[in-house]
Nanobody, 115 residues
Framework: QVQVVESGGGLVQAGGSLRLSCAVSGSSSSASILGWYRQPPGKQRELVATLTRDDNTNYGDSVKGRFTISRDNAKDTVWLQMNSLKPEDTAVYYC?????????WGQGTQVTVSS
């Protein structure tokens, strides 16, 4: 059974940085796409960033230039480096994995940015 486990959320002041980690396990194949989505309070889930196995990236407009996604294909691990954080980045961040056209989600990790 595929498991997706995030870590690294927390409370940070505006302008600060956080690094999220996510490990995918239980699959016989490497994820074709790994990424991050977030759900701000009272809003719908939105794209943060995705990264394919061959290094194609896609970022949400609101995080371009501030967030960086990276991955280790051999370990099916993905990281999200978040810099210059803003209060509007406050959300539950979900790790996402696409494996053989199946979509898998983590439980989410809370990121809170204080002003």
């Amino acid at each position: 059974q595929v498991q997706v486990v995030e870590s690294g959320g927390g409370l940070v002041q505006a302008g600060g940085s956080l690094r999220l980690s996510c490990a995918v396990s239980g699959s016989s194949s490497s994820a074709s796409i790994l990424g991050w989505y977030r759900q701000p309070p009272g809003k719908q889930r939105e794209l943060v960033a995705t990264l394919t196995r061959d290094d194609n990236t896609n970022y949400g407009d609101s995080v371009k230039g501030r967030f960086t996604i990276s991955r280790d294909n051999a370990k099916d691990t993905v990281w999200l480096q978040m810099n210059s954080l803003k209060p509007e980045d406050t959300a539950v961040y979900y790790c996402y994995a696409n494996i053989f056209f199946g979509n898998y989600w983590g439980q989410g990790t809370q990121v809170t940015v204080s002003s």
